[in-house]
């Protein structure tokens, strides 16, 4: 990859999602030409760094290059405008499926007659747009908020002179994976409306057959648990999952709005997996985050044998053991290839000459 091309990639960072291919063709084709040109006067070759650097200086900074295209926006400044379009373009869909799967488990169970379905239908339009509404806007208050109340995010003229040959410190390793950490916010998020809003969701459903299931269930449906499967231990935890997972959503979004991995990045992502490994291991270590036993399942009429409940309460319990046990795994995983990649890029000191 030459010097354009790293310098197309910085200021894509910024473009939108609709003409983006035609702007960058004609960034490309107009640099080619401003590089060919200063070769003819100089006398250089046209592929000569200094001369090309020369050129991406003088042509300025990728950011605002790209703003130039992107016109002003308000709300949110254009720092953070290009992370924020991409958010809302992978969580809405999501959000929207969702809420679908909610109405569907909403409806189950209920008698709906040939009339009535009407105005069904519209319950269910209204919810979606509904979620249309409240996820865009959760997020665009997100952003302004961050925007106005965090210096790091504002987007206000700086006197930083921009530096052609900071291109050459821009290598695929040290590159961010956005996808990756939108889906992580989104998970993040999807995680603290269930378990700090709607926790009852999480139970048994279960049928006069003696079948049964466990996941999200409506507690007004037909067969449900009435109460949330997790224990009263767990929601001692919750402020502190809370917090690591507001920090997580605050760093994620600060490392989308950079683009790049740098040494504070992968200390502060190495801090936080060593935050989530020291709070998986002490519920781990804790009392059960499972508050169904066999007497209190007996007890609510679950359709099934002792032996059989005995049975789901152990899954139940070692189910959540396990998942705390891969969190940790996959936690110190991250946090040893952080740790890796600080000393692989780390050089060493200049021997001063005798």
């Known amino acids: 990859m030459n010097l354009i091309d790293i310098y197309l ?17 004609e960034l490309r084709s107009t640099l080619e030409d401003l590089v060919e040109e200063r070769a003819r006067q100089s006398g250089q070759a046209a592929d ?6 020369q050129v991406l200086e003088e042509y300025g900074d990728p950011e605002k290059v790209a703003r130039s295209y992107r016109g002003e926006q308000y709300l949110i400044g254009p720092r953070l405008y290009p992370v924020f379009e991409k958010i809302v373009w992978i969580v809405l869909p999501i959000m929207l ?14 008698q709906v007659e040939a009339r009535e379905l009407p105005a069904v239908i519209g319950a269910v ?3 979606l747009i509904g979620a249309v509404i409240t996820t865009v806007g959760s997020i665009a208050v997100i952003f302004a908020i961050l925007e106005r109340f965090v210096p790091e995010f504002r987007s206000k003229p700086t006197e930083k002179t921009w530096e052609a040959r900071s291109l050459l410190k821009v290598s695929p390793p040290d590159r961010v994976k956005p996808v990756e950490l939108i889906v992580e916010i989104l998970l993040i998020i999807v995680g603290l409306v269930i378990f700090n ?18 996941g999200l269930v409506a507690v007004n449906a037909a067969h449900a648990w009435e109460r949330s499967l997790l224990s009263e231990v767990f929601f001692r935890y919750l402020p502190y999952l809370n917090l690591l997972w507001g920090a997580t959503i605050v760093f994620d979004i600060l490392l989308l709005q950079r683009g790049r991995w740098e040494v504070w990045s992968r200390w502060s992502l190495i801090g936080l997996k ?18 169904v036993t066999v007497e209190s ?6 359709p099934a044998d002792e032996e059989a409940i005995r049975s789901l309460v152990i899954i139940l319990n070692q189910g959540v053991r396990l998942a705390l046990i891969l969190a940790i795994l996959f936690n110190g995983l991250d946090a040893v290839k952080a740790m890796l990649r600080l000393f692989r890029d780390r050089k060493p000191a200049a021997v001063p000459r005798a």
């Open 9 to 25: 990639s910085e200021v894509e960072r910024y473009l939108p999602w609709k003409g983006r291919a035609d702007i960058q063709a």
């Open 97 to 110: 499926v969702l809420s679908l799967i909610g109405a569907v488990v909403s409806l189950t169970g209920l």
């Open 197 to 214: 809003f709607f926790p009852q969701l999480i139970n048994i459903g279960y049928s006069n057959n003696g079948s049964w299931w466990i």
């Open 48 to 53: 000569n760094e200094d001369l090309v650097l």
């Open 274 to 291: 060593a935050l989530g490994i020291v709070l998986a291991a002490v519920m781990l270590a804790g009392p059960s985050l499972i508050g």
């Open 125 to 127: 339009l209204g919810n």
């Open 297 to 302: 399942l007996q007890a609510a009429g679950f």
